[in-house]
Structures are given as C-alpha cells and as structure tokens.
C-alpha cells in the first residue's frame, strides 16, 4: 500500500511500504533522532510522539507509543516528533522543564514534552484532569519526578487562568508559544491528501488487529506482522445508550470508555477503576475487543464486564453470532472465535437499580497487571439482593465468572452475614496456582477479602466484615 502523511511540516508519500514500526521510519528514514527507542513495550515513553486524525474540521491529536505503532496506521495523519515542536528558541513547556530542572541526562524529555503537548491539544478532555496525569506514561530514570511535578503544576496554574472555548484554544497556544505556527495550517492540509486507512477484507490466515498493544510487544519481527488487517475504528467504534442497555463498539478505545458519559451515568464507578488501567498512551490506542481477546486470566476489563451481564456480537462476513461473555473464555488463551470471525460489539444490560465496583492489587497502584482482580454488581431492591455477579481474575486459566458463587445472590437479605458467605463460596470456587504474582494460597486469601472489600466501599461498612 502507498502511505501519505505528514512528519511535522513535510508530506511524505512511501509506496510499498513492508511492515515497520513508525519509531523505526522516525529515527532511520527520517533522520530524526529526538524520539528514542527505550522498552519498545509502551511503558517508558521515550517513543511518544503525536498522531492527529482529521475529524470534521479539526484535527485530533493523540500521544501514542511510536515503538508499537505501524507506519500504515499513519496514513493520513499528522505526525509531530519533538523535532516539529520547535519556535524561535525554546517553546513554553521546555522553558518550564528547564527553569524547574526537570532533565538530566535528556533521555526521557522528548517524550515528556510530546505528553504535555499531547495535553494541550486534547480536545475532549483537556482540563477535565490533572495535567500530572498526561505524563504517568513516560518514565525519567536519573531525574525523579518531583520536579516534572512542579512543571506540570506551573503548567495548569498558568491554563487554569485561561477560560477558552474549543475555538479560542490553538489560537492562545500559537501566541503563548506553546505551539510552532504550521499547525494553523494542518487541517486544510491533511484534507488535500484525503487519504484513510483501507478497509481490508479477511483473508486465510490473515490476523485482525485493533489496537495492536500487547499483540506487537509478542510479534516485534516484521514477517510475523506482514499479513494483518486492520479495524476501522470509526466503524466500529461507537457508544450508544438505549435504555437498560449499553452498546459498545469493538474498537472502542480504552480512553473513550474512561471518558464516555453514557458510560459513567450506566455503570457508576467504571471511571474509577479504569484510571489505573495502562498508561494514557496504550489507553488511546488499545481497544476492548482487543484485550477481550488477548483472553488473559486477569484482564481488567475481563474482569469488568464478567460481572455485567455482557453479550458480545461475533460476525463473519454477513452473519453476526451472540454469545454471554462467559462462555466466549473456553481455556487459556483460548475462545469460542471461529475461523474468520471478529468481535464487533458488546451489549451490556442492567437494572436501573443495579450497583457496580472493582478492585484489584497489584505490586504497583497505577500501570499494573493485576495479582488478583474482581469485580460485583448488585441489583438491590431496598434491603434486598435480588440477584447479583461476581467475577475474578488471577484464580484460573481464564477470567472468571464466579458462576456458584453469584448463585447465592438470589433473593438475599443485604447484611454481613451475605457478604461472609459469598466471599468465602468464591474462595471454594476457584482454582489458583503458585506463580510470580503470589502462591495458591495468597490468591485465594486475598479474594475472599476483597470480596468484603466491595461490600465496604459500596456501602460503607467499617465494622464486623473480618
């Protein structure tokens, strides 16, 4: 296929373009050596740069690991390195990191900065959280973070000052040099290449790939990557909201989940619990079909929708099957896909009375996978569980619907005593193994605790749980 995008101000067409990493076209064919190759997992962001994606008449930017994200996802995009940032001298956000000492040995400050830019281009979001928060994908190894900190403070004393609608912002950006004047011009540009990521039909033994996040950490050798199609996110990546019903796109992003009002007024508490999922670069870019299907034993969302009364949409050319979540799992690293089949969209109901919460422990807070994770909904009339589902991960090959466990929530009186039992018919049920995250035994403690720890956050109960 011919790619055709922008790097920084200079359209690039590449014709025949074999499989690679945009991180390996930035520093090798571009030259440009500001953007550094550090993991190649997404963890470190030393590779961030910004993707913008023209919608409508603006363009969307979105900070992204450029060590796990092919060139052919670049086609018709604006492409920005640390490289195109640059005004006469140093551009606000590097005048911040130098006055604060915010970099050493300089490594990681590329990065940093295309996260803190990232920030300020994010239409959706920007200013709904802490500007600390853009950068808690990108790791400094000699500096410590307490000065990054005090720059990403500076930086939201001196926005917070700035009241802008969506309209004002480039502008005040351009004239406070927090951006180099081209990109007033990056949308009438991108709309002359015209050019999309074709939508590609399956073919045998061809592999579909959405996001690409944990898949390109495992196959990093370009001939394992040669043959993929690729999901059309707009398609397939809406939320809708109809009635006691959520509908989610395949290819929705991990981000837009944690940003969807329909889906915090649906499932109060989901927001919570996904801002300790992944770094704001995977979040932007991995979907939920995708880490459905990586079909690991303690995936987060997993976990999450187990608990729901999820049913997810499988279509093969015309023809779209529904199946319960629950019985998509089938063994480890093994589901109920038949050849030529893809998860389009997922369907989750639930009574307006209905209450959500998750936990999960790991050895980090943020940026982990979990030791063990679960999650409890409960459809409660007054004091009354009328029914309810409990799920868990970490505690069997696949993620688990706690299906003998959740059958003790028909019909219960809402007090200690039900908590009590259920938490210790969940530590029956499940079958753990010794591993790296803790032995057999830690995993089944440490659930039938954190089973009582749904009832306690849920309903504030400090006494008489233990």
Sequence with gaps: MTVRFILNQTVLECSEVPFRFLLDFIRTEA????????CREGDCGACSVLVGRLKGKQVEYQVVNSCLFPIERVNGCHVVTIEGLNVKGLNQIQRLIVEEGATQCGFCTPGLVLSLTGYLLDWAGAFDQNVASAVAGNICRCTGYASIRRVAHRLENELSQTALSVEQRFAYLYEADYLPGFFRDIAGRLEQIGARLPVVQLGPGQMIVSGGTDYFIQHSDPGECSDLCYVDQEACGQISLDGDELVLGGAVTVEELLRSKAIRAFLPGLEQSLGYFASPQIRKVGTLAGNIVNASPIG???????????????????????????????????????????????????????????????????LDIASVNTALTLDLDDQIIRSGRLSAGGVAPVPLFLKKASALLSERKLCVETARELAQAASQEISPIDDVRGSSWYKRTLLHHLVLAHFRALFNWEEGLL
């Design 31 to 38: 030259g440009l050596k500001g953007t550094k190759s550090g």
């Design 300 to 366: 987060d969302l997993a976990i999450m929708f187990l608990a729901c009364q999820t049913t997810i949409g499988l279509t093969c050319g015309p023809t779209t099957r529904t199946l319960p979540l629950e019985h998509f799992f089938v063994g480890y690293k093994k589901l109920d896909l038949k050849p030529g089949e893809m998860v389009t969209w997922f369907k989750i109901h639930k009574p307006a009375r209905t209450l959500f919460h998750f936990e999960k422990v790991s050895k980090r807070t943020h």
